[in-house]
T-cell receptor
Framework: DGGITQSPKYLFRKEGQNVTLSCEQN?????MYWYRQDPGQGLRLIYY???????QKGDIAEGYSVSREKKESFPLTVTSAQKNPTAFYLC???????????FGQGTRLTVV | AQSVTQLGSHVSVSEGALVLLRCNYS??????LFWYVQYPNQGLQLLLK??????LVKGINGFEAEFKKSETSFHLTKPSAHMSDAAEYFC????????????FGTGTRLLVSP
């Protein structure tokens, strides 16, 4: 079945450590996105990529980095510069011919 | 800049009652509008979308929404609530035709009581 796989589902890290969240899709979608979800704030766009080897900052990119070396993969690194990294992270993908994005199941990151 | 306002962070209904979740948008161009549903610790599932075709859009699980340009609204309704409808609902807007950079509202949690 086609879909978006995010791993791990739960992630715990110590403060000051970098951590990488995985996002893989087998939908052959061109565009991929990372959103951050906090209670009462909806979803906010961190980074997005329309094609391989190219990506753009979203609304809250500070403290995050991404790469897009393959069409199916868009990993997100939460760096130590991110001041409040504890959140639910959602990856999504889309294609121009279909209006609407498809979402993965999310990764809940807790920094202790 | 585009934006979305969802009135009411929580809405409570009884099973069998009408569900009405409100969404107002702001956009400088004809928008694409979406409703997504999220169950606890899950990703988002697309309920329905408006793409400038019919103003009344039917989605999954018996939900529908009506695009009203004069009111800049896209409210979500369901005639009869079911216990399984209890979840968080997000309205979103996009102005992009090529790819879907979405702007989300803050969400409305629907509570359904027996």
């Amino acid at each position: 079945d086609g879909g978006i796989t995010q791993s791990p589902k739960y992630l715990f890290r110590k403060e000051g450590q970098n951590v990488t969240l995985s996002c893989e899709q087998n939908l052959n979608h061109d565009a991929m996105y990372w959103y951050r979800q906090d209670p009462g704030q909806g979803l906010r766009l961190i980074y997005y990529s329309q094609i391989v080897n190219d990506f753009q900052k979203g609304d809250i990119a500070e403290g995050y980095s991404v790469s897009r070396e393959k069409k199916e993969s868009f990993p997100l690194t939460v760096t130590s510069a991110q001041k409040n990294p504890t959140a639910f992270y959602l990856c999504a993908s889309s294609i121009p011919s279909t209006v609407g994005a498809f979402f993965g199941q999310g990764t809940r990151l807790t920094v202790v | 800049a585009q934006s979305v306002t969802q009135l009411g962070s929580h809405v409570s209904v009884s099973e069998g009652a009408l569900v009405l979740l409100r969404c107002n948008y702001s956009s400088s161009v004809p928008p694409y509008l979406f409703w997504y549903v999220q169950y606890p610790n899950q990703g988002l599932q697309l309920l329905l979308k408006y793409t400038s075709a019919a103003t009344l859009v039917k989605g999954i699980n018996g939900f529908e929404a009506e695009f009203k340009k004069s009111e800049t609204s896209f409210h979500l309704t369901k005639p009869s609530a079911h216990m399984s409808d209890a979840a968080e609902y997000f309205c979103a807007v996009s102005e992009d035709t090529g790819f879907q950079k979405l702007v989300f509202g803050t969400g409305t949690r629907l509570l359904v009581s027996p």
